[in-house]
């Protein structure tokens, strides 16, 4: 799949990635770089092309959000997995 620069934008993983410096750092780093290495038939192709994108606070908070939802609902799983095994 060849990336976009709004693929970039909206990409899950790099904004978990934003999640993770701030929690380590408290700040969000300024630049997110992605670096994508087309291939062709599982080769390299030598081309190199970066895109540049940011995440916001909100953004952040957002996926901190969606993260504790779904620790919640692991969490009641579990629960209701050792209530069946008790029975």
């Not at 030598?46 to 994108?53: A, D, W």
Request: net charge positive.
């Amino acid at each position: 799949v060849k990336w976009t620069q709004r693929m970039v934008a909206k990409h899950g993983q790099l904004t978990f990635y934003a999640y993770l410096v701030y929690l380590k750092y408290g700040k969000l780093p300024s630049r997110i770089n992605l670096v994508w290495c087309p291939t062709l038939n599982g080769e390299l192709t030598g081309e190199v092309v970066v895109f540049e994108t940011t995440r916001t606070v909100s953004d952040i908070l957002h996926l901190h959000s969606r993260i504790r939802r779904a620790w919640d609902g692991i969490g009641k799983m579990a629960e209701e997995e050792m209530e069946q095994i008790k029975l």
